[in-house]
């Protein structure tokens, strides 16, 4: 029988290309927009598009703030793709100060306008990057790129996490000659800055860690 994963549903995603990638890699896939559903689950994907502040109304709309607090805290194993992965975090400026689900401490930031050596930089930053991961990638399904040259990911975003802690980055891009972070790990949550369903093996090998993960 196929792992279940449930992608939460709150108006706010592709969620077609999501349930095709996790399928691909060998899960049963399910929705859930309600409460109830969300803390039922098994294992859960948060994807999103579009602005922090409007994602998280729609989830506290729907009263899916505090069930995802609880299934994260309880052990179910989350991971969060592109705005999904900045909701993960505490606040965000984006939209009007805002605050997050607070499961990663830190905070979202524009990306910098400017490079290391004060050119300007293109915003958003849309396209292929080379991932470097970090310690924190061995605890999580970004350790299926152990071993990997510079692996390429495709990123669509105008924002970036700040973890508070260093220990929870669990990948790093150069972006304008300085290091961003574009994944975070802590304990059964991991967050993805850059979109898993649209960055070819690379993307389908760390949802298909995911999915072994459950069983």
Same mark, same amino acid.
């Given at each position: 029988?196929?792992?279940?994963?449930?992608?939460?549903? #709150?108006?706010?995603?592709?969620?077609?290309?999501?349930?095709?990638?996790?399928?691909?890699?060998?899960?049963? *896939?399910?929705?859930?927009? +309600?409460?109830?559903?969300?803390?039922?689950?098994?294992?859960?994907?948060?994807?999103?598009?579009?602005?922090?502040?409007?994602?998280?109304?729609?989830?506290?709309?729907?009263?899916?703030?505090?069930?995802?607090?609880?299934?994260?805290?309880?052990?179910?194993?989350?991971?969060?793709?592109?705005?999904?992965?900045?909701?993960?975090?505490?606040?965000?400026? %984006?939209?009007?100060?805002?605050?997050?689900?607070?499961?990663?401490?830190?905070?979202?930031?524009?990306?910098?306008?400017?490079?290391?050596?004060?050119?300007?930089?293109?915003?958003?930053?849309? $396209?292929?990057?080379?991932?470097?991961? +970090?310690?924190?990638?061995?605890?999580?399904?970004?350790?299926?790129?152990?071993?990997?040259?510079?692996? %390429?990911? #495709?990123?669509?975003?105008? #924002?970036?996490?700040?973890?508070?802690?260093?220990?929870?980055?669990?990948?790093?891009?150069?972006?304008?000659?300085?290091?961003?972070?574009?994944? *975070?790990?802590?304990?059964?949550? +991991? $967050?993805?800055?850059?979109?898993?369903?649209?960055?070819?093996?690379?993307?389908?090998?760390?949802?298909?860690?995911?999915?072994?993960?459950?069983?």
């Amino acid at each position: 029988m196929r792992p279940l994963v449930t992608i939460v549903d #709150y108006g706010r995603s592709n969620l077609l290309s999501v349930q095709r990638a996790l399928e691909a890699c060998g899960a049963g *896939v399910q929705f859930a927009g +309600t409460p109830a559903a969300v803390r039922d689950a098994g294992a859960l994907v948060l994807p999103g598009v579009g602005a922090f502040a409007d994602g998280m109304a729609q989830l506290r709309a729907l009263g899916l703030v505090e069930p995802l607090c609880q299934a994260a805290q309880a052990g179910t194993p989350l991971l969060g793709i592109c705005l999904g992965m900045q909701m993960l975090l505490r606040q965000s400026p %984006e939209g009007g100060l805002t605050a997050g689900l607070g499961l990663i401490e830190g905070e979202v930031a524009p990306l910098p306008a400017h490079a290391a050596d004060g050119r300007a930089l293109k915003v958003p930053n849309v $396209g292929w990057r080379a991932l470097r991961l +970090t310690e924190a990638a061995q605890n999580g399904p970004l350790r299926a790129l152990a071993g990997a040259t510079a692996p %390429e990911v #495709y990123f669509v975003h105008s #924002y970036h996490a700040l973890p508070a802690r260093a220990q929870d980055c669990a990948a790093v891009i150069e972006f304008g000659g300085q290091e961003i972070c574009a994944a *975070v790990q802590r304990g059964n949550v +991991t $967050g993805l800055q850059f979109h898993p369903e649209k960055s070819g093996p690379a993307g389908l090998a760390i949802l298909r860690a995911f999915v072994r993960q459950l069983g």
